[in-house]
């Protein structure tokens, strides 16, 4: 089964049964005296620790009644064409590599087999969503409306509306709705900046149809990076949240909206305690946006960057494996132009510090296209400053997570030769060394025949002798650049 985070899942209910027996209680009862009367005796470090004041759970029950009725039901339809090679007719609970999956996809459509036009499949969900205004204005998730053609509101009073959807932006997953009403009841919008991990947290929506479902739980963690979500640093938390939740507020203990539950990292199709929220504070800029223009802005640096671990910033001669590590610069971009050069490692951007490479293009797509972003970088063992003009995203991937993260132990192993003309006109490069045989560490590394080497340590490379000079000497681990099949990736080699 799939290991990443689901937007559409399968349902699967458990119940379990807590039995005990009286003779159970009456040894916990003859355990608890024995305790009792047996003095603690604190140890050093004991003692030394200050105590913790007493943590109980909230009462939530003010908070659902003053703001429950502002959480709505989403139900979506529509009509999507169906091709002849389409997993649509396959049940969505259906793994792909089940069995079943592939007698779905030749057999459930006959009158594709015989070259008859597919008649429209039709679409229907159900999500949530909150109202942020009293005449009507809505924020949900983006997904939820994608492909509707038909949006209806339901109000916790069981009033219904024929909704607009005002605009979405797929690349944050927000998307704002306007019902026709006037004096509704309205959520409080907080800040997630605010929170702190170990906070209790509400989830209210309508998990799998069931309405107005309250959940509570804890802030897991912040700032967490999903793949082909970048652009969004997630808030995890354990929250119960399951398809129809998309779209539905998370609150803080003192009623303020701090989220919206999109996602559950999930490997059966049901909540397993992993459940992610977009930022309010992003998804509010995003709604402002939406309602003004009717889409939403977001700005481009121009880079493919990837996670700095432990043998990179040992290459690269960092303190410790923190900020965005450059594998690739567009040409003619804001990073081009600014100077950014593969190998930089940035570690703040626009005053903000980059632990995480994920944190990047987070900064990034919040910054409105046209600002200058001051950047941090580190390079060839100095810190500089740079400044960036970002310019507008028109659906570039430049700024996408490079997801590949390899380690391995220890000497290069490369067999290297210069490209020739034809092989620099065919791939568009000036420069690299294609690998024609690798073993050892560099094979370990994940580094394969047919890759260019482009750079070492951050320093472009175009003869063997460059590569020796490189990596001679008392380094524990060499950072190699690589291109592959158009991508370029930093791969770190530990030097024995």
Do not use: C
């Not at 916990?28 to 943590?55: E, F, M």
């Not at 609150?251 to 930022?279: D, H």
């Not at 481009?300 to 996670?307: A, E, K, P, S």
């Amino acid at each position: 089964m799939s290991r990443h985070p689901s937007r559409t899942l399968t349902a699967i209910a458990a119940a379990a049964v807590l039995t005990g027996t009286a003779a159970g209680l009456a040894w916990n009862r003859h355990a608890n005296a024995q305790a009792a009367a047996s003095p603690t005796v604190a140890t050093h470090d004991q003692a030394a620790q200050p105590l913790l004041p007493a943590v109980t759970a909230p009462d939530f029950t003010q908070m659902v009644k003053r703001y429950g009725p502002a959480v709505v039901n989403v139900s979506v339809s529509g009509l999507r064409k169906v091709s002849d090679d389409d997993d649509a007719r396959v049940p969505p609970q259906i793994d792909p590599r089940d069995p079943m999956y592939q007698f779905f996809r030749r057999f459930m459509a006959p009158d594709a087999r015989m070259g008859q036009q597919q008649p429209p499949q039709v679409l229907r969900g159900e999500g949530s969503g909150f109202i942020v205004s009293p005449d009507g204005v809505i924020v949900t998730n983006a997904h939820v409306v994608k492909d509707a053609s038909n949006v209806t509101v339901k109000l916790t009073d069981r009033r219904e509306f024929t909704a607009k959807v005002l605009g979405s932006d797929a690349k944050t997953d927000v998307a704002v709705l306007k019902i026709d009403a006037k004096d509704l009841p309205t959520v409080r919008i907080g800040s997630a900046r605010d929170l702190e991990v170990g906070q209790w947290v509400l989830a209210i929506g309508s998990p799998f149809g069931f309405e107005n479902t309250v959940t509570a739980g804890v802030v897991s963690a912040k700032q967490r990076a999903l793949p082909d979500d970048s652009y969004v640093p997630f808030i995890q938390t354990d929250v119960a949240v399951n398809p129809g939740n998309s779209g539905g507020p998370l609150f803080n203990a003192r009623g303020e909206v701090v989220g919206i539950n999109s996602q559950i990292y999930s490997g059966t199709g049901g909540y397993q305690g992993l459940s992610f929220a977009i930022p309010v504070d992003l998804a509010m800029k995003i709604k402002d946006q939406i309602v003004a223009t009717g889409h939403a802005t977001h700005a481009r640096l121009g880079v493919t960057v990837q996670g700095v671990n432990q043998a990179l910033a040992q290459s690269f001669k960092l303190d410790k494996p923190e900020g965005a590590l450059v594998a690739m610069v567009q040409p003619d971009s804001p990073a081009d132009r600014a100077g950014l050069k593969p190998g930089d490692v940035v570690l703040m951007a626009d005053g903000q510090a980059i632990t995480d490479s994920g944190d990047l293009p987070a900064i990034i797509g919040e910054a409105k296209p046209g600002t200058t972003m001051k950047l941090q970088i580190w390079r060839e063992g100095h810190k500089q400053e740079l400044s960036a003009k970002l310019v507008n995203d028109t659906d570039h991937k430049d700024n996408q997570l490079a997801s590949k993260d390899t380690s391995a132990p220890g000497r290069l192993g490369l067999a290297l030769r210069p490209l020739q003309p034809d092989e620099r006109k065919d791939s568009g490069l000036s420069g690299g060394l294609l690998v024609q045989d690798v073993s050892g560490p560099a094979a370990m590394a994940g580094i394969q025949p047919g890759d260019v080497l482009m750079a070492v340590n951050g320093k472009p490379v175009t003869t063997v002798e460059q590569v020796r000079q490189a990596v001679a000497g008392d380094r524990k681990s060499t950072a190699l650049l690589i291109q592959r099949d158009g991508e370029r990736l930093f791969v770190p080699v530990p030097l024995g």
